[in-house]
């Protein structure tokens, strides 16, 4: 079934079109990456989604009927942080609980164990303005979660948190989506989109370029894209007729090859001229793909 099906939304602020006539579907179960440059219109389309501004044209559904009569069954954690600073930590996710339906005694002993999945368990009678924005930024996503929604709508979740945080987050997220759970994530964060996702879709200036299963888009970009790690100059990479575009990131660099090229015969140069710890094809990166289709999309016109 579907969890949300947008049919031709269209969205206007004065003179901006923020979201142009955009239709897409979320499939129960899916953990679904909505994607797009800044601006683009993944906030708008997230506030009509729950009911927040309504669009000028177009339908949204929520389980196939109007998303209003829904929005109990959503979590939301928005870009924009909004905890009162002044409560405490348990007194609050209590309070946000209770508007999405659930009863304090419930609520208390479910508040506490998502804190201590956090390890935030110690700091529940502290106010919220003592903990730290990556703290904040947890206990936000506990009251995101804490009523049980079919349906998570993540933006920019992993903003503020350090590498453990981040990956005990990212847990929770495949976990919660393992027990049946529904998720949007909004982010610019493309590599956890490709620990996460199963489909994506990308918009630019209001208008989706990009649409399907991660997997399929990134097989559709082929197998011309070659990692490669060595110790030496790389002077000859500058010169080679085979390679279209090159990445360098320190420890390696990526290359994508011009088409009918032969990674072999790049092989065969490398070894010639340098110290070759790392050769591989490898599917090119989500990165690459959005920047392309984004690039594309504008005409080239973005700035670097």
């Known amino acids: 079934m579907q969890a949300l099906t947008l049919k031709k939304v269209h969205k206007r602020f004065a003179q901006v079109t923020a979201v142009d006539f955009l239709s897409l579907q979320v499939e129960e179960g899916w953990i679904y990456g909505l994607l797009g440059p800044n601006g683009a219109g993944k906030t708008t389309t997230i506030r009509m989604i729950l009911n927040i501004i309504q669009p000028d044209q177009g ?25 009162y600073r002044k409560m405490k930590v348990l007194d609050l996710l209590v309070f946000l609980a209770s508007i999405k339906g659930m009863r304090a005694s419930q609520t208390r002993a479910e508040a506490l164990r998502w804190l201590a999945k956090f390890e935030l368990d110690a700091w529940c009678q502290r106010k919220v303005e003592e903990l730290s924005k990556g703290m904040q930024q947890q206990v936000q996503f506990i009251a995101c979660v804490l009523h049980h929604p079919d349906l998570v709508i993540l933006d920019e979740p992993f903003t503020g948190l350090d590498p453990v945080n981040t990956s005990r987050l990212k847990d929770v997220v ?35 370029v990009l649409d399907g299963r991660l997997s399929e888009i990134k097989n559709e970009y082929g197998q011309n894209t070659v990692r490669l790690e060595f110790d ?28 009918a090229a032969d990674p072999q015969e790049l092989l065969r140069t490398a070894v010639q001229r340098t110290f070759v710890r790392k050769f591989e094809i490898v599917e090119p990166s989500l990165n690459d793909i959005f920047i392309e289709k984004v690039s594309l999309a504008d005409g080239d016109e973005r700035p670097e």
């Not at 559904?61 to 905890?83: M, S």
């Open 174 to 208: 495949l976990e919660l989506n393992a027990q049946g759970t529904t998720v949007i994530l909004s982010t610019h964060q493309m590599e956890q989109v490709e620990r996460l996702c199963s489909h994506i879709c990308l918009i630019n200036r209001g208008q989706k």
């Open 232 to 259: 030496g100059p790389k002077t000859f990479l500058n010169t080679s007729p085979l390679i279209e575009k090159m990445d360098l990131y320190g420890q390696y660099v990526e290359l994508r090859l011009k088409p």
């Open 59 to 83: 339908h949204i559904f929520l389980w196939g009927e109007k998303g209003a009569a829904f929005t109990d069954r959503v979590g939301y954690l928005p870009e924009e942080r909004g905890l």
